[in-house]
Each structure stands twice: as structure tokens, then as C-alpha cells.
């Protein structure tokens, strides 16, 4: 499982592996946010959370 959580400010970022890989949970208070609230499936676990800043995270896989 991935958690990343951040009151004040951006996350960005690349994660190792397909989009569906992963299931997400991500939550956004005041900000952008280029992933779902929530999607099932996948081996994986990303939780991301914010306050006041975006979210940016890139799926790469070899």
C-alpha cells in the first residue's frame, strides 16, 4: 500500500506501474486532482490526500 497525504501544498509524482494496477482513494479539499475518488481493483493500493494544493500523479511502466 502507497499513502501520501499533504496539508499544504502539491503532490506530484510518477508511480512504477499500469493504472490498473492500482486500486485508488484520493480526496482533495481545495485543489485539482487528476485521479478518481475511488476505483476498485488492482493488486495495489494508492491513497492520496490533500488540503489546499493539486494532485499530479503519472502511471509509468517499463
Do not use: H, W
Not at 501520501?4 to 508511480?15: H, L, P, Q
Not at 481545495?30 to 494532485?55: F, H, M, R, Y
Amino acid at each position: 500500500m502507497m499513502t501520501t497525504a499533504a496539508k499544504n501544498g502539491d503532490i506530484s509524482g510518477t508511480v512504477a506501474g499500469s493504472y490498473d494496477d492500482f486500486a485508488i482513494r484520493s480526496e482533495i479539499k481545495k485543489g485539482e486532482c487528476n485521479l478518481p475518488e475511488q476505483k476498485e481493483g488492482g493488486a495495489k493500493t494508492l491513497n492520496v490526500s490533500g488540503n489546499n494544493g493539486d494532485i499530479d500523479i503519472e502511471f509509468v511502466t517499463d
